[in-house]
């Protein structure tokens, strides 16, 4: 009678692949983080353009002028708000009353800190223009009844995400007739169109 041979992996073979996956997880991870932190940051200039967006499209839909407030967030002031009002800077209700809350994951910088924001300009082909920027602190900008900007100016929103420097910066500019473009920036103060 011939024994049978039990076939497996030995404990020395199960430690080399648990090693081998231990060294490719340890040189994937940071990149993967990194990447990961700059679709936090794109996905919350994404949400600054929707409300803003969202804003014009509820102006033109009333025929009235409705502002986009950006202010602080009562609660937790390292969170701001982004929520829409009449002239009268009552909130609206029903289906246009929208807020976004940015956090973490990308909030408003100032331009002061924005390395490359005076690039900006001339690399989105706004000439002598300069952007407004809207700060921190918050503002307002306003949309007459046909969604155009009103004053009729650039407006900018830079964004970073402050526990990930190397994610760079994005910028989110606010044409005068209501178009908007999402900018990306390197830490370099290079800038990319992303839509």
Do not use: H
Not at 93 to 118: C, E, H, K, W, Y
Not at 162 to 187: C, E, T, Y
Request: hydrophobic share 45%.
């Amino acid at each position: 009678m011939r024994a049978r041979r039990v076939s497996g992996f030995s404990l020395t073979e199960l430690v080399v692949a648990m090693a081998v996956a231990m060294i490719l997880m340890a040189i994937g991870l940071p990149y993967f983080l990194r990447a990961y932190r700059s679709y936090q940051l794109t996905s919350a200039a994404t949400q600054m353009a929707d409300i803003v967006r969202l804003t014009r499209y509820e102006a033109i839909r009333r025929n009235k002028t409705v502002n986009c407030v950006i202010q602080p967030d009562s609660v937790n002031p390292t969170m701001t708000n982004a929520s829409m009002t009449d002239v009268n800077g009552n909130a609206l209700t029903g289906m246009g009353a929208r807020v976004i809350l940015l956090g973490s994951g990308g909030n408003l910088v100032a331009p002061g800190s924005v390395t490359g924001a005076s690039a900006l300009p001339s690399q989105a082909a706004l000439g002598a223009t300069t952007p407004t920027a809207v700060p921190p602190s918050g503002g307002i900008v306003t949309f007459d009844a046909r969604g155009a900007v009103n004053p009729g100016n650039v407006t900018v929103f830079y964004l970073n995400a402050p526990g990930s420097p190397d994610s760079g910066f994005r910028a989110v500019l606010l044409m005068p007739a209501g178009s908007i473009q999402i900018w990306s920036g390197d830490s370099a103060g290079n800038w990319l169109q992303l839509r």
